[in-house]
C-alpha cells in the first residue's frame, strides 16, 4: 500500500491579496502572518474562518484580517495548550459542530490495495473516488500489467494446513493466485472480453484510486477504521496513513483524530 496526498484546499490568491493592506485595521503594508504565508496553515485559516463566520458578526472575508492575529498569534486561554486557534478548535469538536471542517479538503493517491478493502472504502459515501478499471486495464501474463497483483493477509503467515502432502498457507494462497491468472490467460486467449475474464479475478487483486473527501468525512472514516477499532487490518492501515499524511501537512489537526479515535 502507498499513499500520498497530492493536494489539498488552498486560499486564493485574490483573498490572500487584501493582507498587503488592511484599511479597516488600520495598518498600511500590514506584513502577512504565518497563517496564510507560503501555504502554511492555510486550511486552519479556511476552518477558522467557517468557524467564526457562525458566530461573528464580521463577514467572512474580514474574518482573518481582523482576528488571524488572535487566534493564530496568541496561547490557548482554556489551559490545554497550543493557540487560540486550537482552542477554538478544540470546543467546536466537542461540540458536535464538526461541518464546518467540510471546507477542508484532501486529495489522495491511493496505491495497491485490494478489491475487498475497495468494497469497505465505498460503504463511506461522503467520499469520492476514481478507481483502476478491471475492463478498460487488461491484466494478461503478456500485458503491459504483466498480471495481477494482489494483496497477501498477514493472518497467513506461519500457519500450515494438511493440504498437499502438507504446506504452508502462504503457499496454498500463493497457489491460488497463481491458478486464477493462468484462468484469467486462457480466457483471454480464447477471446473473451477482459470485462468478463474479471470475474476469476480474486478479491485480493490490487487496485489504485484517487480518493478525495473534506476533513469531517475523512474523520469520520478514521472514527470508524482506525486501528483502535474492530476494522480489518488493511482498511485499518489505509486509515492510519491517512491520518499520517494529512497532520504531516498540517499538525493542527492531530487533535481532530485524537478526539475521533477515541469517539
Not at 102 to 110: C, D, I, K, P, R
Not at 158 to 174: D, I, L, R, T
Not at 216 to 225: D, G, N, P, S, T
Request: with cysteine; aromatic share 10%; proline share 3%.
Amino acid at each position: 500500500m502507498n499513499v500520498i496526498c497530492i493536494a489539498h484546499t488552498a486560499l486564493s490568491d485574490e483573498f490572500l491579496s487584501q493582507f498587503d493592506y488592511v484599511k479597516d485595521v488600520g495598518v498600511c503594508r500590514q506584513m502577512r502572518n504565518p497563517y496564510v504565508d507560503d501555504g502554511r496553515n492555510q486550511r486552519a485559516a479556511i476552518a477558522l474562518t467557517a468557524i467564526r463566520t457562525c458566530y461573528s458578526p464580521l463577514p467572512p472575508t474580514q474574518i482573518l484580517p481582523r482576528e488571524g492575529a488572535k487566534y493564530f498569534g496568541q496561547s490557548a486561554s482554556d489551559g490545554e495548550g497550543g493557540t487560540e486557534s486550537d482552542r477554538l478548535f478544540r470546543h467546536i469538536m466537542r461540540s458536535g459542530h464538526a461541518s464546518t471542517c467540510e471546507h477542508v479538503v484532501y486529495t489522495f493517491a491511493v496505491e495497491s490495495v485490494s478489491r475487498a478493502l475497495l468494497a469497505q472504502l465505498t460503504r463511506h459515501r461522503q467520499l469520492s473516488f476514481s478507481v483502476q478499471s478491471q475492463r478498460y486495464v487488461k491484466f494478461g501474463s503478456n500485458d503491459r500489467s504483466h498480471g495481477f497483483d494482489y494483496v497477501t493477509p498477514r493472518s497467513l503467515h506461519g500457519k500450515h494446513v494438511n493440504y498437499n502432502g502438507g504446506m504452508s498457507a502462504e503457499e496454498v494462497y500463493e497457489s491460488a493466485m497463481q491458478s486464477l491468472q493462468a484462468h484469467y490467460d486462457v480466457l483471454r486467449e480464447a477471446g473473451v472480453p477482459a470485462e468478463d475474464a474479471r470475474m476469476v479475478l480474486p478479491q485480493a487483486a490490487t487496485c489504485n484510486l484517487v480518493l478525495t473527501g473534506n476533513l469531517r468525512a475523512i474523520l469520520e472514516l478514521y472514527a470508524k477504521r482506525n486501528k483502535s477499532t474492530h476494522s480489518q487490518w488493511e482498511i485499518a492501515d489505509l486509515a492510519e496513513a491517512i491520518r499520517k499524511e494529512i497532520t504531516k501537512i498540517d499538525a493542527w489537526t492531530q487533535l481532530f483524530f485524537d478526539y475521533y479515535s477515541q469517539s
